[in-house]
């Protein structure tokens, strides 16, 4: 993990809604897909944006962004995006946004507080990305 992200993490008081701990999982299953780099884009005050790539990836630069929505630091919430052909949504929990990730159409999934199901939901969906990434 590099020192800006793992300033943040250390540095981020859990809430209520523990999305920090969504954060946390979801980073922590990141970490363990091979072959995969974290960039880390942090803009106080809009966001922070982590952004995985697969080594073997050509065609994008990513193949998720998990952003810290940071327009209220005390109230932080997570929106968790993919490209549209990589990943399914069997359960239709997330919301098509065209042109939505980098210009392309995306899904998104915004949490904004923890839940077990939907944080294994996005582990699900990230590591599903991650196999497809190469192509």
Sequence with gaps: MNTELATFVEEWKET???TRQAFVE??????SLADTTLEFNARPGVS??????HAAQDKRPLFAM?????????????SVCFYGE?????????DLVPE?????????????EYDADEV?????RL???HGNAPE
């Design 66 to 78: 998990v952003d810290v929505i940071d327009d209220d630091p005390d109230d932080r919430w997570l």
């Design 48 to 53: 922070y944006s982590l952004r995985p790539r």
């Design 16 to 18: 209520e809604s523990n």
């Design 100 to 112: 939505g990730l980098l210009g392309e159409d995306g899904y998104c999934f915004d949490l904004y």
């Design 127 to 129: 590591s599903q990305a």
């Design 86 to 94: 990589m990943v399914e949504d069997p359960d239709e929990a997330g």
């Design 26 to 31: 979801l980073l922590t299953h990141l970490e």
């Design 120 to 124: 294994a939901y996005l582990k699900e």
